[in-house]
């Protein structure tokens, strides 16, 4: 069984920066496309950035420029750094491990971290 842990959420004033870290157990990180959503009260999880085993990226066009996704296999963990954030980035952000294994789809979901971004 897979177990992902984000971590890096807090409060923080608008035009600063964040780094979530998301941890995952067991032994398929290395061959999965891993990502990050966010979702806020209301409204559906949203895609946020994700990134394949081989290191290929692809953003949000809200957060292009802003935010940098990033691997590292060896240690089994993710990151998201945040710079220049605004209001409209508060949200609880999950991270998301998915690929396919043995002719199957598999996706699995973090606790989420909250972050918040007052003015």
């Known amino acids: 069984q897979v177990q992902l842990v984000e971590s890096g959420g807090g409060l923080v004033q608008a035009g600063g920066s964040l780094r979530l870290s998301c941890a995952a157990s067991?032994?398929?990180?290395?061959?999965?496309?891993m990502g990050w959503y966010r979702q806020t009260p209301g409204k559906q999880r949203e895609f946020v950035a994700d990134i394949t085993s081989s290191g290929i990226t692809n953003y949000s066009h809200s957060i292009k420029d802003r935010f940098t996704i990033s691997r590292d296999n060896a240690k089994n963990m993710g990151n998201l750094q945040m710079n220049s954030l605004k209001l409209e980035d508060t949200g609880m952000f999950y991270c998301?491990?998915?690929?396919?294994?043995?002719?199957?789809?598999?996706?699995?979901w973090g606790q989420g971290t909250q972050v918040t971004v007052s003015s």
């Open positions: 998301n491990l998915h690929g396919r294994q043995f002719g199957r789809d598999y996706s699995y």
């Open positions: 067991g032994s398929i990180f290395s061959t999965s496309t």
